[in-house]
């Protein structure tokens, strides 16, 4: 037969295991709940025409930023 403590602690991790499976389950309900909710709203694709648009301006933006003092002092010295 199996002692007093070891079924206690056979008990808590039993009782545990499924207070922390209803957690978790609950807790993915809400999420996809919440992106139910918003999937009726059209969104424009990872690399639509915005998002270029975006990414362009913010590299030509960079690259002026890393690039501008160094462009000007060539330009200073006759390059």
């Known amino acids: 037969m199996i002692s007093v403590l070891s079924q206690e602690r056979l008990l808590g991790a039993a009782l545990g ?10 807790q993915r309900r809400s999420i996809y709940e919440s992106i139910h909710r918003y999937e009726h709203q059209p969104t424009e694709p990872i690399f639509g025409r915005k998002s270029r648009q975006e990414f362009a301006h913010m590299w030509n933006k960079s690259v002026d930023n890393t690039f501008g003092p160094m462009i000007e002092y060539l330009s200073s010295r006759g390059w």
Do not use: K, Q
């Open 17 to 26: 295991s499924i207070l922390t499976g209803v957690f978790v389950f609950e």
